[in-house]
Nanobody, 115 residues
Framework: QVQLVESGGGLVQAGGSLRLSCAAS????????MGWYRQAPGKQRELVAG???????NYADFVKGRFTISRDNAKNTVYLQMNSLKPEDTAVYYC?????????WGQGTQVTVSS
């Protein structure tokens, strides 16, 4: 089992920045890829960014150049630095951790961007 706890969400004005963190506990040594998804009201959950254990990252087109995912394997933590935030970035952001057999989800953290 892996437990994920996100933090760092909140309310920010358009153009501002936030940094999300997600700490993994439990059987964390089994974790391979980690990532961030988001879900806005009335919309499907979508991938924001992912990162492998080795540090290779990928991004959704709508965040490229604005968001940066990083990972500290020693601290079992993944981060999402979000810059130049837009009102359309408003959503609940979920951390994920993937093992060979299971995709684990955090409880989510709310990000609200005001115009």
């Amino acid at each position: 089992q892996v437990q994920l706890v996100e933090s760092g969400g909140g309310l920010v004005q358009a153009g501002g920045s936030l940094r999300l963190s997600c700490a993994a506990s439990g059987n964390r040594f089994s974790i391979n890829d980690m990532g961030w998804y988001r879900q806005a009201p009335g919309k499907q959950r979508e991938l924001v960014a992912g990162i492998t254990r080795g540090g290779r990252s990928n991004y959704a087109d709508f965040v490229k150049g604005r968001f940066t995912i990083s990972r500290d394997n020693a601290k079992n933590t993944v981060y999402l630095q979000m810059n130049s935030l837009k009102p359309e970035d408003t959503a609940v952001y979920y951390c994920t951790a993937e093992t060979v057999v299971t995709l684990y989800w955090g409880q989510g953290t709310q990000v609200t961007v005001s115009s």
